[in-house]
């Protein structure tokens, strides 16, 4: 083969690695866990990320997963501890999802995993919802700084700062999808219709005897559409914090 000949393949060859068969990686990034600030286990602010820049064209907006857990522990105002022997202490089956997901959250762990929203569906977890409005709106690509509340005598909710001036939205139980009726109702409180067996969004506690308690554990994920493949992508989930819930005997509104 001639100079000429050996020049042009190699020429050729680079140009078209970079335009077939080569797919573009999309990436989400995790919301760091320095831009969340907890207070006992009552509220938390996030300092949500923009990813509205061009670099993030494919995103379209923050989700919030959910799952409730029945208690026989009344932990009062004090924060809640992230270790084994506290959240079992709580129910054993906080520990053990906790547990489950640190791999995922672990923002050492570069391992990436595809199958965010069902590895969370899988044990229990569901997107939250809002009253009055989709809770997609308000967590956009745009960020901002995020506020949720759970009161001890009020219903529990969410502001966030960039949508319609910071008004506030009741929190909302899941219908996943509109095939499942929360029980008693949609709102985040302690009450004993929680622990039904058809509540698909409470785990209920493992001993037996009086539940009294409960308490929600909180992931946010980042979310997008690769534009190759219009599949679903998300970033790596950081977990917000457990809450516990305000009873319904002492809600006032």
């Known amino acids: 083969?001639?100079?000429?000949?050996?020049?042009?393949?190699?020429?050729?060859?680079?140009?078209?690695?970079?335009?077939?068969?080569?797919?573009?990686?999309?990436?989400?990034?995790?919301?760091?866990?320095?831009?969340?600030?907890?207070?006992?286990?009552?509220?938390?602010?996030?300092?949500?990320?923009?990813?509205?820049?061009?670099?993030?064209?494919?995103?379209?907006?923050?989700?919030?997963?959910?799952?409730?857990?029945?208690?026989?522990?009344?932990?009062?105002?004090?924060?809640?501890?992230?270790?084994?022997?506290?959240?079992?202490?709580?129910?054993?089956y906080l520990w053990y999802d906790y547990n489950s997901f640190q791999s995922s959250t672990d923002p050492t762990n570069t391992a990436v995993n595809t199958g965010i929203a069902t590895m969370y569906k899988n044990r229990g977890y569901y997107e939250l919802e809002l009253r009055g409005d989709n809770i997609r709106n308000i967590l956009s690509p745009e960020g901002g700084t995020l506020y949720i509340e759970f009161p001890s005598q009020n219903l529990p909710f969410l502001t966030c700062d960039t949508y319609e001036n910071g008004k506030r939205f009741s929190l909302y139980r899941t219908t996943d999808g509109g095939i499942f009726t929360p029980n008693p109702d949609r709102y985040f409180y302690s009450s004993d219709e929680l622990s039904k067996t058809e509540n698909i969004d409470v785990q209920n506690f493992t001993s037996s005897g009086s539940f009294g308690h409960a308490y929600v554990s909180m992931y946010i994920i980042a979310v997008g559409v690769n534009p190759e493949q219009l599949t679903a992508i998300y970033s790596k989930p950081t977990h917000v914090s457990i809450f516990k819930l305000p009873s319904r005997s002492n809600i006032q509104n």
């Not at 831009?35 to 009552?42: A, Y």
């Not at 670099?55 to 522990?73: K, P």
Request: with cysteine.
């Open 1 to 92: 083969m001639s100079w000429a000949k050996w020049f042009a393949f190699f020429c050729i060859i680079p140009a078209f690695l970079l335009t077939c068969g080569i797919d573009e990686y999309y990436y989400l990034p995790q919301v760091p866990q320095d831009r969340i600030q907890v207070l006992s286990n009552s509220s938390a602010t996030i300092r949500i990320p923009s990813l509205s820049s061009s670099q993030y064209f494919y995103a379209s907006h923050y989700s919030i997963y959910y799952r409730i857990y029945m208690s026989g522990l009344d932990v009062g105002s004090s924060s809640i501890q992230l270790s084994n022997n506290y959240l079992s202490g709580i129910n054993s």
